[in-house]
């Protein structure tokens, strides 16, 4: 089986819904033994509960209970359905502290400023920082590059605008305009905005070559610095280059909620988007606006 969180508390399995219903039920016959004993905790009839099972059953393709005696115990299928919700439900316990998880550079970013809210700070690719939203394991995802949030049509709030400077060794060639990039060999940094670099390479018809693929844009920074003829685009936010491709490469830092239902997650965005940009502008980003 397949688990995905979905929504509050509810779980997608191989593209099925299962809310919190099961979940309850699930937790009191674990305890009970008894599918009586359960629908009367759960205030329900023994019929509803017992249909409530089977349905479950029927969209898993798997028994998820079995008779024993006179009692119903969890078969270790269901007993596997009945530790993803109880993980999901730890994950998404209430806490002061506003859960952040996103890409190197805008972690970075909220890392350094200094705000008037508690916050735990993930930083990851925005691809796996993406994939932590989606079992709601966050509050706020972030992302370097709003790629994502354009492919699936997620509302986003940026919060800062940034571009891509050209970074190679003091030992590197001088390049001054973009036809001297022809035949460079690059490095690339997955899931950053360097793919603005290479359409913009693409469409003024400029031939390179990606020779390796890492996932920090601090990694790429150590290899292009020890190497006499390799190059990278990295943000300039955090890195000092050649400007050759500014206007072409910017792009937004950008924040999503996640959690509607935490009230210090407004909170915090509503201080990005109007006093915290003053500190934003401090850490080499474009402010908004």
Do not use: C
Not at 90 to 112: D, M, V
Not at 183 to 191: E, P, Q, R, S, Y
């Amino acid at each position: 089986m397949k688990f995905e969180s979905k929504g509050l508390i509810s779980l997608e399995i191989d593209g099925e819904i299962y809310d919190y219903k099961l979940y309850q039920s699930l937790e009191s016959l674990s305890r009970s033994k008894s599918q009586r004993k359960s629908a009367k905790e759960l205030g329900i009839s023994h019929t509803v509960f017992n249909r409530r099972l089977l349905k479950a059953e029927e969209k898993l393709g798997v028994k998820i209970t079995r008779k024993v005696g006179n009692g119903t115990l969890l078969t270790p299928d269901g007993e596997a359905l009945l530790e993803e919700f109880r993980k999901y439900l730890i994950q998404i316990e209430k806490t002061s502290n506003i859960n952040i998880a996103g890409g190197h550079i805008s972690t970075g970013l909220l890392e350094s400023i200094d705000t008037p809210f508690n916050t735990n700070i993930y930083s990851s690719t925005d691809e796996d920082a993406f994939e932590l939203a989606k079992r709601g394991a966050v509050d706020i995802l972030t992302l370097d590059d709003p790629l994502i949030a354009y492919e699936r049509d997620i509302n986003f709030m940026p919060i800062a605008y940034d571009y891509l400077v050209l970074v190679a060794s003091p030992e590197s060639k001088n390049i001054d305009s973009i036809s001297d990039l022809e035949g460079l060999d690059f490095v690339n940094v997955n899931g950053s905005a360097q793919r603005l670099a290479w359409n913009s390479l693409n469409h003024y018809d400029i031939e390179y070559n990606i020779i390796a693929n890492v996932n920090s844009q601090f990694d790429a920074f150590k290899m292009v610095r020890n190497s006499e003829n390799l190059y990278t685009f990295l943000n300039a936010s955090y890195f000092k280059g050649n400007e050759l491709l500014k206007y072409d490469t910017q792009h937004v830092i950008s924040v999503i909620k996640v959690n509607d239902d935490k009230a210090e997650v407004d909170d915090f965005i509503r201080f990005l988007i109007n006093e915290g940009q003053e500190m934003i502008e401090k850490e080499g980003f474009s402010r908004m606006g």
